[in-house]
């Protein structure tokens, strides 16, 4: 089956530890996005790739970055971890990007504990 | 920015009984999606809408993409209890690929 799958589900780094969470997607869709969720609150979308063109959130911190080698993976990286960054960490997908009304197709998550 | 208010916030409900819940903005979307996410998982896409106007179901749950454009319905007919959940709305405006979140309704089915 087509999916969006992220690994590892569950990621514990020490603070200022740098971590990086990948995901992938057997969709062959062509813009891939990071979420971070906090409890009980909404995704926030921290960037997205269109392609190979990088979009970054205006209030996303310096501290998180993101690469995109290819079509079918994603990487966030964090570089100094601080206790706030401690959340689930969603990777999405979709087929188009700007100027088109689309679906995006959430991977399972990574819930990433910070001590 | 644009902002959904998604309501009610939490709902408790015996089984077998239907739920509505609903979204409202001040800004014209051209897509409304509705997720439904399970405690440490991914949310998963229920149902999409992109015409106002337009009405879909997806076994027993409805959607709506009000005439308005500014705002959605999604009811649940006949609950169980693995209907348990968070329940998102999103929209996807004219500006692009971002979607705006509201805030989630917790769903309790009790058996």
């Known amino acids: 089956d087509a999916m969006v799958i992220q690994n590892p589900r569950y990621q514990v780094t020490q603070f200022g530890k740098p971590v990086t969470l990948s995901c992938s997607q057997t969709?062959?869709?062509?813009?891939m996005y990071w979420y971070q969720q906090k409890s009980s609150q909404a995704p926030k979308l921290l960037f997205h790739?269109?392609?190979?063109?990088?979009?970054n959130e205006a209030d996303t911190p310096d501290n998180f970055q993101s690469r995109r080698p290819n079509t079918s993976f994603c990487f966030l990286d964090i570089r100094s971890p601080g206790l706030g960054d401690a959340a689930m960490y969603l990777c999405?997908?979709?087929?188009?990007?700007?100027?088109?009304?689309?679906?995006?197709?959430f991977g399972p998550g990574t819930r990433l504990t910070v001590t | 920015g644009q902002q959904l208010n998604q309501s009610p916030q939490s709902m408790f409900i015996q089984e077998g009984e239907d739920v509505s819940m609903n979204c409202t903005s001040s800004?014209?979307?051209?897509?409304w999606l509705w997720y439904k996410q399970d405690p440490g998982e991914g949310p998963v896409l229920l149902i999409a809408?992109?015409?106002?106007?337009e009405l879909t179901s997806n076994g027993r749950l409805t959607a709506q993409f009000g005439i308005t454009r500014k705002d959605s319905f999604l009811n649940i007919s006949a609950s169980i209890p693995s209907d348990v959940g968070i329940y998102f709305c999103?929209?996807?405006?004219?500006?692009?690929?971002?979607?705006?979140f509201g805030e989630g309704t917790q769903l309790t089915v009790n058996p």
């Open positions: 999405a997908t979709s087929r188009a990007g700007y100027r088109s009304s689309d679906e995006q197709y």
């Open positions: 969709l062959n869709h062509n813009v």
């Open positions: 790739y269109y392609d190979k063109d990088f979009n």
């Open positions: 800004s014209i979307f051209n897509t």
């Open positions: 809408l992109y015409k106002a106007g």
């Open positions: 999103a929209g996807l405006g004219t500006s692009g690929s971002r979607l705006t």
